[in-house]
């Protein structure tokens, strides 16, 4: 299956330092996103990076994609308690758009 | 203003009930889906459809059935309830290829 694998599975961090979160997935890819989600709630959209792109950000969050190794990381500087969540990578196997999310990352921010 | 809603947020019922989830979007997306999520955290994509028309069918027991009378809804009915239906289901909805944007989600747990 083209299922994406996230790594590491749960990642406990101190307020003010920085996250790193790893996706690997099988097929090549249209794009590659990443979401949030908070506990009991439905999944919001970070960002979206297309595979013709190596890297995106957005406010405090750092997106690389590289498409040799099939694989991206999601980093998120100077985290806060509210960061605490799961975090998803989605792809889609190119030209199908069916949108395959990994099995997900959740952070946890100590305050 | 809710991008995405969904009707009834909870829904306990018994086995071999039928029951039956809605979803609307006022984003103007062009396609919608619905998504699995089970006790492990795992999503997974159940339909889509792009203009009415269903363009992804996973391997999803035919008691399922997806039906879309506008570009706006996408509802799902669930014949013969299983206990094994308990979940998570979320509808989501995007501009082809884009990102998506998720609803609250409807917890469905079967007794």
């Known amino acids: 299956s083209q299922q994406g694998e996230e790594d590491p599975q749960a990642l406990s961090i101190q307020e003010g330092e920085n996250a790193t979160m790893n996706c690997s997935y099988k097929?090549?890819?249209?794009?590659l996103q990443w979401y949030r989600q908070n506990s009991g709630r439905g999944l919001v959209h970070l960002i979206l990076?297309?595979?013709?792109?190596r890297e995106k950000h957005s406010g405090r969050l750092r997106v690389t994609l590289d498409t040799s190794k099939k694989s991206s990381s999601l980093l998120i500087t100077a985290s806060r308690a509210a960061d605490t969540a799961s975090y998803f990578c989605?792809?889609?196997?190119?030209?199908?758009?069916?949108?395959?999310f990994g099995t997900g990352t959740r952070l946890k921010v100590l305050a | 203003d809710t991008a995405v809603s969904q009707t009834p947020k909870y829904l306990v019922t018994q086995m071999g009930n039928d029951k039956s989830i809605k979803c609307e979007q006022n984003?103007?997306?062009?396609?919608m889906y619905w998504y699995k999520q089970d006790s492990k955290k795992f999503l997974k994509i159940m339909f889509s459809?792009?203009?009415?028309?269903?363009?992804i069918n996973e391997t999803v027991p035919n008691r399922f059935s997806p039906k879309s009378p506008d570009k706006a809804h996408l509802n799902l009915h669930i014949n013969s309830l299983e206990l094994g239906d308990s979940a998570v289901y979320f509808c989501?909805?995007?501009?082809?290829?884009?990102?998506?944007?998720f609803g609250p989600g409807t917890r469905l747990t079967v007794t």
């Open positions: 989501a909805s995007s501009l082809r290829g884009q990102e998506q944007y």
């Open positions: 097929t090549s890819i249209n794009n």
């Open positions: 990076i297309r595979s013709n792109e």
């Open positions: 989605a792809t889609d196997a190119s030209g199908t758009y069916k949108y395959i």
């Open positions: 984003l103007g997306h062009d396609t």
């Open positions: 459809y792009n203009n009415k028309e269903l363009i």
